[in-house]
């Protein structure tokens, strides 16, 4: 990724066009998160699609904005350049101290659900469709979390209960957040195509006028 395009695109993040939760990184990674190793190989990357333009969405479970993306925007980037193959969408973990009892645990959660529905052949598993009902519900407790992987997935809900009472995909969230970190990322969602922020990450249009311009 252009840093430095992204950290122009952040420095404009005061204005309003740049709706989204947003952390002051002086204050440091997530305390839940500060003494854990980082291991950017625990779980590979969830994606959607396999086209050759890369749309990577840095996103916090319980940020609203992000709710908001997840609600009005997804289906509209899969319908327009996921499903016809034109671009491939990334999801990055990027929790913010902000709501942390809740963003560390739901994203803890989703991973939890990829991990147990992943294949060789289709690493991501269920993932997505977790995260959304996930997003659907707000901001659900450790319990409820559970159940929804029941509820939606199919799975042994002691598949996400044992990975929220052992912190399992911790070093995942860890690394994803250091990688980011590194990249200039400073607000959730921030939505990156082949390299360069998008202005709006709330802007469909916006968005697949990008994916076009990269083609």
Known sequence: MNRRSVLTLTAAG???ALAGCAALFD???PDALADVDPDPDQLPTPTIGSGGVSI???EDFACPHCRDFEADVVPELEERVLDPGTASYRHRDFVLPADENRSVPMA???R?????TGTDDEPTGQFFSYKRA???AGTPDDEELAAIAEETIGIDPSVVADALEENTYYPTLAAEWEAANGE??????????DGESVEDPLD???IVAAVEDAR
Not at 112 to 116: I, M, P, S
Not at 184 to 193: E, F, L, S
């Open 14 to 16: 005061a204005s309003a």
């Open 27 to 29: 204050a440091s990674l």
């Open 56 to 58: 990577d969405v840095y």
């Open 108 to 110: 803890n959660a989703a």
């Open 112 to 116: 939890a659900v990829q991990a147990a």
């Open 134 to 136: 996930v997003m659907e």
């Open 184 to 193: 200039g990322i400073d607000r959730t969602p921030t939505v990156v195509v």
């Open 204 to 206: 469909a249009d916006g």
